[in-house]
């Protein structure tokens, strides 16, 4: 039995250190950030989110989109991020202050949407862009089957004691989607192209909502694969409602043509859960400048004397 106490002293030593490094010394140093501002104390970021987006984050959780998508940005040196678009600067602890708990993410199955908000068009998300004509879209759209619509209810998901959680398992394709769309006839079809890049009918037309506006979300959610043709998103029809058009038809009913579009006669609207996850994505947006990091570089082309660490 000698040298029993080295060896326990040892493992508890070992477990000691590793808490000290990795937990007590990084709490002290950034388990108190406050919201970062001017010297005149204005332009205060991060700013507290709204119940909307606050809710929508827990949909987010619920449904399992963090197991497929991240929400950090690497630094210039430590990845393609930047080059990607993916952000203009590294993300830094100081951008989950008001995030109980940071939906950092698992796996890139999906790009990152640190900053996905921020790509979302200024202007008003109608107007049609100009110069651009309505992609004529070849499939025919299947008959939508009846009750399509109706998976779990979106409640569900909303209850969901959200974080870190197991998630609602991710919706199997709806029956409508069985057939996947056929690639070669979409017009212009990029069928090369890397999943991660939106390509097929993502914008301009009349009727398409621009890309990254609500409504595209909307119809992304409601169909990725409306949007980009080899998409590997599920697609989260349980957050719509499929309704028969009384009187005027709905302006927030999702704007989606060829597969899996409503008949004549109906329209599908995001539920409120639904619109809260969407608020919650367009308030993703790391662009402001902080200054604890030091890396935050133009994207193109480098100011001269202002190097890229
Ligand atoms: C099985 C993995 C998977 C899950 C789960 C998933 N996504 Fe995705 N997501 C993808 C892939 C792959 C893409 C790229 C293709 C596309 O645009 O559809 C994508 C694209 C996106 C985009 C467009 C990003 C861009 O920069 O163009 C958004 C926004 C998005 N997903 C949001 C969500 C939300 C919100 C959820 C949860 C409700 C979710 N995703 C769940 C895989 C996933």
């Known amino acids: 039995m000698k040298g029993v106490a080295p060896l326990f002293i040892g493992i508890f030593g070992t477990f000691a250190f590793s808490w000290a490094g990795l937990v007590a010394i990084p709490n002290a140093q950034i388990g108190h950030l406050d919201p970062q501002m001017d010297e005149e104390g204005n ?5 507290p989110e709204s119940g909307m987006v606050e809710r929508g984050r827990r949909i987010y959780a619920a449904n399992g989109c963090v197991y497929c998508h991240s929400q950090q ?8 991020d930047i080059d990607r678009k993916w952000g203009t600067r590294r993300s830094a602890p100081r951008d989950y202050i008001f995030e109980r708990p940071a ?28 110069g651009s004509t309505q992609p004529t ?37 709806a029956a409508g ?12 079809a990029n069928v090369a192209a890397a999943p ?18 609500a409504g ?4 992304h959610l409601y169909n990725p694969r409306s949007i980009t043709a080899d998409s590997t998103m599920p697609s989260f029809r349980f957050l719509y409602e499929k309704r028969r058009v009384t009187g005027e038809p709905s302006a927030e009913a999702v704007k989606i043509s060829g597969p899996g579009a409503p008949e004549a006669g109906w329209e599908i609207v995001p539920t409120y859960d639904a619109k809260c996850l969407v608020a ?14 030091k890396s935050a570089t133009p994207p193109s082309p480098p100011a001269p004397g202002n190097a890229v660490k």
């Open 216 to 219: 595209w979300h909307h119809r």
């Open 137 to 173: 879209t070849a499939a025919q759209p299947p008959p939508a089957p009846a009750g399509g619509t109706t998976a779990p209810g979106s409640a569900t998901a909303a209850e969901q004691p959200a974080p870190g959680g197991s998630p609602a398992a991710p919706p199997v394709p």
């Open 103 to 130: 939906m950092l993410g698992r796996m890139r199955m999906g790009p990152d949407l640190a900053n996905v908000g921020k790509r979302a068009p200024v202007d008003d998300e109608n107007a049609p862009p100009p």
């Open 280 to 293: 919650y994505l367009m308030s993703l947006d790391q662009s402001h400048d902080l200054k604890e990091v």
């Open 43 to 47: 332009d205060a970021y991060p700013a």
């Open 196 to 213: 991660t890049t939106t390509a097929i009918t993502g914008e301009g037309g009349q009727n398409e909502p621009l890309q990254y506006s």
């Open 73 to 80: 940005v690497r630094p210039a040196y430590a990845g393609t």
């Open 177 to 188: 989607q069985a057939s996947p769309a056929p690639v070669t006839t979409a017009p212009t």
